[in-house]
C-alpha cells in the first residue's frame, strides 16, 4: 500500500521549501484500530479507528516549521505544505530526488489481528474475567483491556529518503480490585508487544490472574515504612525507574537545552562498573520496537551506559545534526499530529551475574519494590518519585510482609551511582511514555536491581 | 461533506445497517503551536483536524467507529463498522441515548479577535513571555516559552431528532523557566489561558515561570513531621481535578470511588464549596450541550461540607434512576462520550495568599506536586506524592524545600480544609479547574 506516491511527495517537500529551509519533510501514516474492553462482568466499548494523515516539516537553522491535517488528498498536503513554507523567511530550494523507497527489517506478525473475528477478542476477555475472579473470593471487580493497532507509515525527506514502515502492536492489560471489609486494593498487570494476535492467545488469563494476585497481596498489606532504606527493585516493570530516572535524561533534546543532569557527562562514570545499560529500539516482537522511527531513521541498539560509563544519548536527525553526531534512530511521534522528539525505545538495563535471591538475602532491612504504579522525573536535576503499586518489606535478607502507599523519592545520578548489585533475569515490560504531550508505546525493562539506599515515604 | 452533513449522513447511514439508534460527532479545526527559544522560533505549526465518530446501538448493545474520511464511502464505512462493531458487546440494559436532549444558550464562547491575530503577533507574544521570565534575576535558563490556540466547530446528530452545532475558540500561553545550576537547578512553570490572545498577560505568564523557580532555589529536604499545610492554587487544582474524577457516577457504580456511599454525607470542611459548571463563559470546557445532547448547566457537587450529587450521564442516570447531570465528556471524535467532569469550580473565601500562610503560622507552602496520578489510590484514597515549596515560620514563607512526600488520604484532606484563598484561577491540567489556594489544617510530610 502506498499512501503518498513518490513524485507526490517530491513536489510536496519541493513546494515546501519554497522559501528556502535545510530540510523538509513527509511523514505519512494510516493507522487502524480495534479495542475492546470488559468492565464488571460485561464486554463493552467496542471501538474501531480508521484515521491517515500526513505532517510537513521544514527545519531551517534553528527553527523548525510544520503542518499536519487529516486525510491524505493531494490538494491538503500541497496546501500544507503551502503554509508551511509561508513560514521561512529565505529563498527557494531547487529539485528534490526522492532515493528508492527502504523497507524497513520486519517484526514477525504471525496472526494478523484485523483477521481475527471480535468475538473471539470478547472471548478471550472474558477468560481473563473468570480467571481473576477464581484467583480469590476477595476479588471484587475486574477490568481487562484488548488492543490492537496497525500503523503504515511513509517518510520521505528532502536528503533523498524515503522509507516505510508496517506496525503491529497487541495488548491486554489487565486491572483487578480486592477487597476485604474497608480495604480497597488494586493489582495490574500488562502483556504487550510489537506482534499479531499470537503474543495473546496463549496462556493470556496469566495476565489476569497475576493482577489478581497483586491486589489480594495488598489486602494484608502494612503501611510502609519511611527514611533511608536499601531498595531492590524487581525485573520487568521495575525498570520504569530507569526509562524515568535516566532515560529521560539522555534524550538529546533536553540535553542540548541543558535541561538534563546528564549534559556534558558522557565519558564520565555514573554507575558502578559493572552497570551497562541499553536503549534498543530493534529488539525484535519487543513493544517499544519499530522497523525505522518516525524520521525513517532504522532503529537500533544504543548503549547508553557502558560498564559504568555514560556512553551516548538519544537522538533524532534534528538534534544529531546538532551534535555532528548520527541519529540513533531515536526521533518517534505519536501520529502524524506531532512532530518527532527524541524518545526511548526499549531500554533496559543489561543482565548481570547475580540471582534476585542473593541481592535480597544481603538486606538486613529494606524495600522490595516489584512495580511501580508509575512516575515522575524532573530531567533538570534528575529529581524523581515512583508510586510503589507492590512492594514488600525485606528483614534478615527475607522477603516479608506486603506493603502500601510506598514512595520513592530521589536523585537518578545518586540512584545510580548506588546501584550494588544486579541479576539476570532480564525482562521487558509494555508502557506508555508521555512527553510534550506525546504518548508513544515504550518498553520498561531490567533484571532485579539493588540500590544501597534510598528514600522510601511512606504512608506511616 | 461538511461536520454538520457528515455526522446526518453517519446517523442515517448506521440506521440503514441495522442500528436501532445512532448518533454522530463530527469536527473541523484548526489549531497554531509557537514555541521561543532563546529569542527565535523554535518550531510553528499549522494545523486542521476533522472527522466523525459514530456511536450505533443495537438494542442494549453499543459499538463506535471513528474516522478521518468524511467523503460518502468513508462515512458509510465508519456507519458499518460501528454498527457491526456493537454485536460484540454484551447487552445492557441502561445503555441509549439521553431522554433529555438539547442545547443551552452560551455567549462567548468564540472570540474573532483568535482569527484576527496573525501567526506573527502570536510569536511576538510568546517572545513577550520569555522576555519576562528572562528578565527576573536568578533565572539561568527558560526552557519553554509556548503559545498555543485553536479553533473549531463541532456538530452532533441523533436519531432522537437531536441537531446541534456551536463554535469555539481558546488560546493558552505557558513557560517553564530554571533558577540554579547543577543538582540544585529548580524550575518553575507560568501559564494562561483565554478565549483569545488579547486577553493572555505576556509578562505575568512569564514572571510566574520565573518566580516560581526563582523561589526554590537552594531547596533542601525538609525534616518528617505533620503540620499545616497551604496548596497554592495550581496544586489545589491537580487535587480537585483528581477528586473530580472520583465523582463521576461510572465510578461510584463500578466501585471505583471512594465516595461511593458518601452522597448527602459530610466529606468536607463547610469552607470548601465546588461545583462542576459547563456554562462558565470562561470555563475551557464549557459547551451548549454535553458529548451525547444534553444541556449544559451547572451542578454543585459539594456544599455546606456534604457531597450533593455525583456527576452522571444518560446511561449511568438510567441505572440510579436519576437525571444526566449533562456530564458525558468527549476528549475528540476519536473516543465515545463517557463520564467527566467539565469546569470544576472552586468557590473562593475571603483570605488572601498572605493571610492563609500566617493562620499556618508554623508548616509548609505546596508550589509543585509529582506523580499525583500514580501516587493516589482512586479506590481508597489513600496517596504519597512529591512536593516542592517552602517552609512557613512565623506565619511567612521561609526556606524552599524539595523531596519531600505528602501523604494522607482524600477524606482527611477534604476534611482539613481551614480556609479558603480569594485568589482563584484557571489551571488547564487534569481537565478544567478554577482553584484558590488551600489551607489544610494538618498533613504528615516526610523529608529526612
Known sequence: ?460 | MTPEDAAGRAVEQALAAGATDAEAWAEESTSRRVRVYEGEVESLSDAGGRGVGVRAFAGGRTGYAYGTDLSEAGVRELARSAREAAEVADEDEYAGLPADLGATELEGLASPELGAWSTARTVELALAVERAARAVAGVTQVENAVYSDAQGSVALVNSRGFSGRYRATQAWAYASAFAGEGADLMTGLGVGLGRDPAVLDPEGIGREAAGRAVALVGARRPTSRRCPVVLDAMVAASFIGFIGSMLSAEAVQRGRSLFADREGHEVADPALAVADDGTDPDGPASAPFDGEGSPSRRTALIEDGRLLTFLFDARTARRADRMTTGNASRGSYRSPPSVGATNLIVAPGEDDLEALVRRADDGLYVTDVAGLHSGVNPVSGTFSVGAAGRLIENGALAAPVRELTIAGDLVSMLKAVRAVGAEARWVPFAGSVKAPPLLLEEMSVSGS
Open chain 1, 1 to 460: 500500500m502506498t499512501l503518498v506516491a513518490a513524485d507526490l511527495a517530491a513536489h510536496v517537500l519541493e513546494r515546501a521549501l519554497g522559501r528556502g529551509g535545510d530540510l523538509a519533510e513527509l511523514y505519512a501514516e494510516a493507522r487502524e484500530g480495534f479495542s475492546l474492553s470488559l468492565d464488571d462482568g460485561r464486554v463493552e466499548r467496542p471501538q474501531g479507528g480508521r484515521e491517515r494523515g500526513v505532517c510537513v516539516r521544514v527545519v531551517q537553522g534553528e527553527s523548525t516549521y510544520y503542518g499536519h491535517v487529516d486525510g491524505v488528498a493531494e490538494e491538503d498536503l500541497l496546501r500544507v505544505a503551502e503554509s508551511v513554507s509561508q513560514a521561512v523567511r529565505g529563498s527557494g530550494r531547487g529539485a528534490v530526488t526522492l532515493g528508492s523507497a527502504s523497507g524497513a527489517p520486519e517484526h514477525p506478525v504471525r496472526i494478523r489481528p484485523e483477521d481475527v473475528e471480535a468475538a473471539r477478542k470478547a472471548d478471550l476477555l472474558r477468560a481473563c474475567d473468570e480467571r481473576a475472579r477464581a484467583a480469590g473470593d476477595e476479588v471484587t471487580q475486574a477490568r481487562i483491556g484488548y488492543g490492537e493497532v496497525r500503523r503504515r507509515v511513509e517518510v520521505y525527506n528532502s536528503n533523498g529518503r524515503a522509507a516505510a514502515d508496517d506496525r503491529t502492536r497487541v495488548r491486554l492489560s489487565a486491572q483487578v480490585v480486592a477487597r476485604r471489609n474497608d480495604r480497597v486494593e488494586t493489582g495490574t498487570d500488562t502483556r504487550g508487544g510489537h506482534a499479531g494476535f499470537e503474543l495473546v492467545e496463549a496462556n493470556s488469563e496469566e495476565v489476569a490472574e497475576r493482577a489478581a494476585r497483586r491486589a489480594l497481596t495488598l489486602l494484608h498489606a502494612v503501611d510502609a515504612p519511611t527514611g533511608r532504606l536499601p531498595v531492590v527493585v524487581g525485573n520487568g516493570f521495575g525498570g520504569v525507574l530507569l526509562h524515568e530516572a535516566v532515560g529521560h535524561g539522555l534524550e538529546a533534546d533536553a540535553v542540548q537545552k541543558r535541561a538534563s543532569v546528564y549534559a556534558g557527562r558522557l565519558g564520565e562514570r555514573v554507575a558502578p562498573e559493572f552497570v551497562t545499560a541499553y536503549d534498543d529500539g530493534s529488539r525484535v516482537g519487543d513493544w517499544g520496537s519499530e522497523g525505522i522511527d518516525d524520521e525513517g531513521t532504522p532503529t537500533r541498539r544504543t548503549t547508553i551506559i557502558e560498564e559504568g560509563r555514560l556512553r551516548s544519548y538519544l537522538y533524532d536527525l534534528l538534534r544529531a545534526g546538532r551534535d555532528g553526531v548520527e541519529s540513533t534512530g531515536n526521533g518517534r511521534r505519536e501520529s502524524f499530529r506531532y512532530v518527532p522528539v527524541p524518545r526511548m525505545t526499549n531500554t533496559f538495563f543489561a543482565p548481570g551475574e547475580a540471582t534476585p535471591d542473593e541481592l535480597i538475602a544481603g538486606v538486613e532491612r529494606g524495600l522490595y519494590a516489584v512495580s511501580f504504579g508509575g512516575g515522575q522525573v524532573e530531567p533538570a536535576t534528575g529529581d524523581f518519585v515512583f508510586g510503589v503499586s507492590e512492594g514488600h518489606l525485606i528483614e534478615g535478607g527475607r522477603v516479608t510482609a506486603p506493603v502500601r502507599g510506598a514512595t520513592l523519592v530521589g536523585n537518578g545520578l545518586e540512584a545510580l551511582a548506588a546501584i550494588d548489585g544486579v541479576a539476570g533475569d532480564l525482562e521487558i515490560a509494555s508502557g506508555y511514555c508521555g512527553k510534550a504531550g506525546q504518548s508513544v508505546p515504550a518498553g520498561v525493562g531490567q533484571p532485579h536491581v539493588r540500590i544501597r539506599e534510598l528514600t522510601v515515604g511512606g504512608t506511616a
